[in-house]
């Protein structure tokens, strides 16, 4: 063989490795693309937040202040009234409370810190109004980051679905990982949503695989050890 068109062992290794580099790069880039649409998912979750406090409960409590000194004026005069006020004030005073709590559930259901995964799953359903089935790993012990990242996962599913649209959620412990499941029975699309992003950035992984009537959602979390 003519030396001159010996290959340099270099020339073989930076082939071979070409690849490795270019799929370095790629992971680098849907990292980068992950981070920016956590964070615009976090401004606009602010700011939606910021608007059901202004518009929905800072309103009702104005309104119920301004009733309580209608009714308070109509004691003497017209007790029938000032009543019909007071039993009206009950009923928007159960609501106001009702929305502080969906409220608060969107920021991080209580129930989760207490391992109340199950019970919170079944509320968020029933408000999506999906039916869904759950299979829940009752014995699976993990931290409250991790809960929630899945809960929000499962809550996107949920709310993206149509109304009563059958749906059946597993989640349980495989090995080292938390492992979770969303089999809908109606084609939501193949779109990264922003608590896929959350699973990934806590080391999880989220595969997706909708056409026809049905979508399947697939994704698992590292436990720590």
């Known amino acids: 063989m003519d030396p001159r068109r010996r290959r340099h062992p270099l020339t073989t290794e930076q082939t071979d490795e070409q690849p490795t580099y270019d799929g370095l790069r790629r992971e680098i880039e ?26 929905g409960v800072q309103q009702d409590l104005v309104g119920l202040a301004a009733n309580l000194e209608v009714a308070a004026g109509l004691l003497d005069s017209d007790p029938a009234a000032a009543k019909t006020i007071l ?18 559930n969107r920021i991080f259901p209580a129930l989760l810190q207490a391992g109340g995964l199950v019970a919170e799953l079944r509320a968020a359903a029933s408000r999506a109004g999906v039916s869904a089935r759950l299979a829940v790993d009752a014995e699976v012990s993990v931290p409250s980051e991790l809960i929630g990242a899945v809960y929000f996962f499962l809550l996107d599913a949920f709310e993206r679905a149509p109304d009563s649209t059958p749906m059946v959620v597993s989640v349980r412990g495989e090995g080292r990982a938390l492992a979770f499941e969303v089999i809908a029975e109606c084609d939501m699309g193949a779109e990264r949503r922003a608590p896929h992003d959350r699973v990934e950035a806590l080391g999880g992984r989220v595969t997706i695989a909708s056409g026809g009537d049905r979508t399947t959602l697939t994704g698992s979390l590292p436990l720590p050890r």
Do not use: I, P
């Not at 920016?36 to 910021?50: F, H, I």
């Not at 039993?87 to 608060?104: H, I, K, V, Y």
């Open 87 to 104: 039993d009206e004030l009950q009923r928007e005073t159960r609501r106001a409370l009702t929305e502080m709590q969906n409220l608060a």
């Open 30 to 55: 849907e990292l980068r693309a992950s981070r920016k649409r956590l964070a615009l998912a976090a401004d606009d979750e602010r700011r939606g937040m910021e608007r059901a406090l202004h518009e």
